[in-house]
């Protein structure tokens, strides 16, 4: 079973609009990361924040993590075209070794 | 090698027919995982290796499933009789933690199973 829900399973927006992207999960975790997956291809890693931890930015992504809601989102700035994808959450369990992902968010960015 | 590499990128199968599918992780990476993605679903957990030992197995659906990693490198996942069910992207990922999913997973491109 899945760890994380991805809200919105949808979005799409013109290019230059900000992306916000929802993840909630269930259990306690060290870390929780962001993965990007272009159709048909392997995920790329995007992002982890860990837990001790509220923000965190890379770029144009900046992401936030609240354990007290067991929530994280994903904030793309100034989308473009090619940030089309699906973006997955995946949480790291306190008590495994194992990633574990979420549903995801197809992204669609028109030019 | 410079990412994780899987192999075959797409094999069909015919129901009951045996498969392995193969994943070379990145160099010296301790931790290996298998995941399986339907389509438009994300990756579900199959089984997490360190090294050569399999530490979770959880995830595998079903006794047809098995995998390994004897040299704790290549790693084979093997899927007995197959079943239309078993059409999946079967994903490999590696990560330099000994703690498997404490840093960034380095995903390939996948395996496209199709069974007919």
């Known amino acids: 079973s899945q760890q994380g829900e991805e809200d919105p399973q949808a979005l799409s927006i013109q290019e230059g609009e900000n992306a916000t992207m929802n993840c909630s999960y269930k259990?306690?975790?060290?870390?929780l990361q962001w993965y990007r997956q272009n159709s048909g291809r392997g995920l790329v890693h995007l992002i982890l924040?860990?837990?001790?931890?509220r923000e965190k930015h890379s770029g144009r992504l900046r992401v936030t993590l609240d354990t007290s809601k067991k929530s994280s989102s994903l904030l793309i700035t100034a989308s473009r075209a090619a940030d089309t994808a699906s973006y997955f959450c995946?949480?790291?369990?306190?008590?495994?070794?194992?990633?574990?992902f979420g549903t995801g968010t197809r992204l669609q960015v028109f030019p | 090698g410079a990412g994780v590499s899987q192999s075959p990128r797409y094999k069909v199968a015919k129901r009951g027919q045996d498969v392995a599918l193969r994943c070379d992780p990145i160099?010296?990476?301790?931790?290996l995982f298998w995941y399986q993605q339907a389509l438009g679903q994300g990756p579900e957990f199959l089984t997490y290796?360190?090294?050569?030992?399999?530490?979770?197995k959880s995830g595998l659906p079903s006794d047809r499933f098995f995998a390994e990693r004897p040299e704790g490198s290549v790693s084979t996942l093997k899927i007995q009789r197959t079943q239309q069910e078993d059409s999946a992207v079967y994903l490999c990922?590696?990560?330099?933690?000994?703690?498997?999913?404490?840093?960034?997973?380095?995903f390939g491109q996948g395996t496209r199973l199709t069974v007919v």
């Open positions: 990922a590696s990560t330099s933690s000994i703690r498997g999913a404490n840093t960034e997973a380095f």
């Open positions: 259990t306690s975790i060290n870390n």
């Open positions: 924040i860990r837990s001790n931890e």
């Open positions: 995946a949480t790291d369990a306190r008590d495994t070794d194992k990633l574990i």
């Open positions: 160099s010296g990476h301790v931790s």
């Open positions: 290796f360190q090294n050569e030992a399999q530490l979770d």
